[in-house]
């Protein structure tokens, strides 16, 4: 790392962007880049000041990707401040956002998608069809254009970091992908842009998800290995919910993903559910 750092910048023009981190590593600087959809809560800024440790240059990229979401789903209504974000995000001693308009992202006649076949298949993939390419295609599109040394990402979207990860490694990126925990509200619940859409009964229930999560991780702390038994704790604080529907919940293997019926190796149990509208995921790793 070298010591000087960049006045902060906004960039939004995708050609500005790529030529500003082309000058910065000729400058042998370390780049790291966190690429967000903006409304920024703890579990974002974490990610900013971890790459604030790690990087002489930091980039946020904000841009709400209209591939990653269903025609049914909540793009119209996803929560935007990118005056509250930017300061956040100065705050955090980030150098360049990154914030382009869908225009400049999408031409006209843009029809290239990136797919991982199989890791995308399950759990938010059998739901939200087309949703992992949609965002595997924009952080390529957001790696082409940052051209980073680090990337960061939170762990409460595992399949997505899972995902990331593997594409990395197979168009041979060069990134170093850094996975960090989730971060939680006082209670349990974790951080999500969505939680904003909860009506407060809603936000109480919520903690089905984290409950559960946190029963079956003491199930396991107690000597069960069974994926049914398991899952059976996790499942039972939904009763306490009546609002709140598991879209699904499951226990896979934490890295290739694949289900389990028992906890004989290092593990992830996922959770989605919907509370009234609002879908929310979580998940907790498990190791037997
Ligand atoms: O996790 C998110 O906020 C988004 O899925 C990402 C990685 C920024 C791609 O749009």
Known sequence: MTASRLPFEIIRDPAAMRAKVEDLRRDGRTLAVV???????EGHLSLLRAARARADVVILTIFVNPTQFGP????????????????KARSCGVDLAFCPDVAAMYGPGAQT????????????G??????????????????????????????????QLAIIRRLVRDLDFGIEVVGLPIVREPDGLA??????YLAPDHRRQALALSRGLAAAAAAVAAGERDAAALLAAARAPFAEAPDARLDYLELRGADDLAPLTRLDRRAVMAVAAFVG??????NRVLQP
């Open 113 to 124: 998608f990136v797919t991982v076949r199989e890791l995308e298949q399950p759990m938010c």
């Open 35 to 41: 690429p967000t959809m903006g409304y920024l809560h």
């Open 277 to 282: 509208t609002t879908r929310l995921i979580d």
């Open 191 to 196: 951080m999500s842009s969505r939680n904003v």
């Open 126 to 159: 059998e739901r939200r069809p087309g949703h992992f390419a949609g965002v595997a295609t924009i952080v390529t599109k957001l790696f082409n254009l940052t051209r980073p040394h680090l990337a960061f990402f939170g762990e409460k979207d595992f399949q």
């Open 72 to 87: 049914t789903e909540d793009l119209a209504r996803y929560p935007r401040d990118e005056d509250g974000d930017l300061a």
